[in-house]
Nanobody
Framework: QVQLAESGGGLVQAGGSLRLSCAAS????????MGWFRQAPGKEREFVAV????????LYADSVKGRFTISRDNAKNTVYLQMNSLKPEDTAVYYC????????????????WGQGTQVTVSS
């Protein structure tokens, strides 16, 4: 199992930016796809973005495409989510997740999860 720890959440005004980080430890980062999911109050956890091991394969939810960018620094075992042009509907707890192998968009395909970091966007 890979242990994951997110950071970088906070309160931001609509139109602002935040950068989330997720540090992995416990096992080699090699060949793990890394994803970001989010969960708003009263809603199910939803896919946000995922990046494959070599970052060539990235996928985004339609709701964040063009505003969010996922990247990873494999030397630092860290994955990032740069969030620009934030909207109040982006308010949620953001979770980092890892799975060995190829990218995926279903939460059930990911075996390791962080504790989450709160992102709140005010209007």
């Amino acid at each position: 199992q890979v242990q994951l720890a997110e950071s970088g959440g906070g309160l931001v005004q609509a139109g602002g930016s935040l950068r989330l980080s997720c540090a992995a430890s416990g096992r080699t980062f090699t060949n793990y796809a890394m994803g970001w999911f989010r969960q708003a109050p009263g809603k199910e956890r939803e896919f946000v973005a995922v990046a494959g091991w070599l970052s060539r394969d990235t996928l985004y939810a339609d709701s964040v495409k063009g505003r969010f960018t996922i990247s990873r620094d494999n030397a630092k075992n860290t994955v990032y989510l740069q969030m620009n042009s934030l909207k109040p509907e982006d308010t949620a707890v953001y979770y980092c997740a890892a799975r060995w192998g190829t990218t995926a968009t279903m939460a059930s395909d990911f075996g390791s999860w962080g504790q989450g970091t709160q992102v709140t966007v005010s209007s």
